[in-house]
């Protein structure tokens, strides 16, 4: 059973800089793709960030490129998602996921249907 367990939102200035959190447990990086997702209020899940450490492919939206970094601690068995240079509309229930399917097709997918397993989300708010 896939357990995913986000920490690390908060409030913070914009311009400002966060970390999230999410310990995985009971899919392995060699075989999921890990997501982050963000539901802001009165709005749909969009995408935010993806990787497969099976073979490194990466995908960001194009609203955090170049601010948001997607990445790993083995040892851990935790994903991060550095949050730099936020702004206001960056604020949001933040959620990680697991694709388990990933080495099936080898595509990272922006859509948040194909996600099998999603943590409880944690709330990011950004202040300007």
């Known amino acids: 059973q896939v357990q995913l367990v986000e920490s690390g939102g908060g409030l913070v200035q914009a311009g400002g800089s966060l970390r999230l959190s999410c310990v995985v447990s009971?899919?392995?990086?060699?075989?999921?793709?890990m997501g982050w997702f963000r539901q802001a209020p009165g709005k749909e899940r969009e995408f935010v960030a993806a990787k497969s450490w099976s073979d490194f492919r990466t995908s960001y939206a194009d609203s955090v490129k170049g601010r948001f970094t997607i990445s790993r601690d083995n040892a851990k068995n935790t994903v991060y998602l550095q949050m730099n240079s936020l702004k206001s509309e960056d604020t949001a229930v933040y959620y990680c996921?697991?694709?388990?399917?990933?080495?099936?097709?080898?595509?990272?997918?922006?859509?948040?249907?194909?996600?099998?397993?999603w943590g409880q989300g944690t709330q990011v708010t950004v202040s300007s």
């Open positions: 996921a697991a694709d388990k399917d990933y080495g099936l097709r080898r595509v990272i997918l922006t859509s948040a249907a194909p996600y099998d397993y």
């Open positions: 009971g899919c392995t990086f060699s075989s999921c793709a």
